[in-house]
């Protein structure tokens, strides 16, 4: 079964700190994984997309990386800031079809404080 | 900032009603989606479209229905609204095959009382 699974559900950090946040996967084929920010009330915003040949990305402060062998992905977040707090979803879409099917895992609530 | 359009984004009606969430986007995009999702769960797919006159149900069974008669509009229908529709519902969009990213409307959220 094609699953997605983060961790932690919730954190919550001081502004300033790093953190970075897990996912694991059993999607197969595998495609990409994509991080979204989704803040409260509002749709997920893509932060990276990483295909099976790429094992780091970087936006900004946010920096993905996949292991495709383990199957795992992380999202390290540097130097919080207030306007971080959000979910973060780790997303994987496999290659079996046409449409591309996307996996959503439940997000790790992120609260960053002052 | 992607240029995808939902309306209402909030709506709080009584059970029995009919109802139409409205989803836009001007970037030309073949491919929609409509995913519902729960506070703190994951997004779910209840209905995509290829193209125009294209419409399939998701993985969610979902009493909704949806028509795609323009590229650019993708509404969603719930003919009788009860208070297990309560949810969020989110609409995307994303062009054509391959890696593309899958851009998300601000979403409805839907009360019915």
């Known amino acids: 079964k094609n699953q997605v699974e983060q961790s932690p559900q919730s954190l919550i950090i001081l502004e300033g700190k790093n953190c970075t946040l897990q996912?694991?996967?059993?999607?197969?084929?595998?495609?990409?994984l994509r991080w979204y920010k989704q803040d409260t009330g509002r749709g997920p915003v893509s932060l990276t997309i990483m295909t099976f040949s790429e094992n780091t990305k970087s936006n900004g402060r946010y920096t993905a990386t996949l292991d495709a062998d383990t199957k795992q992905s992380s999202l390290h977040i540097t130097a919080s800031q207030l306007s971080d707090s959000a979910s973060y979803i780790c997303?994987?879409?496999?290659?079996?079809?046409?449409?591309?099917?996307?996996?959503f895992g439940r997000g790790t609530q992120l609260t960053v404080w002052p | 900032e992607a240029d995808i359009y939902q309306t209402p984004r909030y709506l709080v009606i009584g059970t029995g009603k009919k109802i139409t969430l409205e989803c836009s986007q001007t970037m030309g995009h073949d491919k929609m989606y409509w995913y519902q999702q729960d506070p703190g769960m994951e997004l779910h797919l209840i209905h995509y479209s290829y193209g125009v006159n294209s419409t399939e149900k998701g993985d969610l069974s979902s009493e909704s229905t949806v028509s795609r008669i323009r590229t650019e509009h993708f509404p969603l229908t719930l003919e009788s609204a009860r208070p297990s529709h309560t949810s969020q519902y989110l609409c995307?969009?994303?062009?054509?095959?391959?890696?593309?990213?899958?851009?998300f409307g601000p979403g409805t959220r839907l009360t019915v009382t």
């Open positions: 996912c694991n996967y059993t999607v197969s084929p595998f495609s990409n």
């Open positions: 995307a969009s994303r062009p054509g095959q391959g890696v593309y990213e899958q851009y």
């Open positions: 997303v994987v879409s496999d290659r079996g079809s046409t449409l591309g099917r996307l996996y």
